[in-house]
């Protein structure tokens, strides 16, 4: 079975290799990750715009950065160290939404795994509902990236599960 893509991009390889090259500089701050991220996509044939046009492309988008970012150092993603155990809350302060759409993500497709084959408008309708009732704040209009992230990575077996 071919592994799953994101933004024409092998996900399992990019956020693999992107924690590889953070191991390599040991470090686990954002500045590293978005650097380390940028080279894995380029890496694996991607092509940034950026320096053309003045703006992010594809491996330059910070919604599925930052969700992935936040998985890897809450513990999340497999072989990524121990799991931090955050609230949602301190998920949100410290690695922002995205991350905190990721983990609700997870969270959802743990308690039910039925919920994989729901078409992505209805699974983001729960992510949304979930974060206005646990953080008492207005979730984005769209996933923009941060619910795929957590689906493919779920659905390739790349989650630690919490239970």
């Not at 092998?10 to 090259?21: D, Y």
């Not at 954002?30 to 715009?49: A, T």
């Not at 072989?79 to 690695?95: A, F, H, M, N, P």
């Not at 729960?126 to 689906?151: F, M, N």
Request: proline residues 4%.
């Amino acid at each position: 079975m071919p592994e799953k893509l994101f933004l024409l991009m092998p996900l399992v390889k990019w956020v693999r290799g992107t924690i590889e090259k953070m191991n390599v500089v040991r470090s686990k701050e954002l500045k590293d990750w978005k650097v380390c991220w940028l080279q894995m996509y380029m890496e694996l044939g991607g092509k940034s715009c950026k320096h053309l046009t003045g703006k992010d492309g594809s491996g330059d988008k910070r919604c599925p950065m930052d969700a992935a970012y936040g998985l890897w150092r809450l513990g999340r993603i497999k072989g990524s160290g121990k799991s931090l155990g955050q609230t949602l809350k301190q998920v949100d302060e410290s690695y922002g939404p995205n991350a905190v759409y990721a983990v609700l993500v997870l969270d959802l497709l743990e308690k039910n795994p039925t919920a994989i084959d729901w078409n992505q408008d209805a699974m983001w309708c729960s992510v949304r509902d979930s974060y206005r009732r646990d953080l008492g704040k207005e979730a984005a209009g769209t996933a923009q990236g941060a619910l795929q992230i957590a689906l493919g990575l779920f659905s390739e077996k790349q989650i630690v599960p919490t239970g």
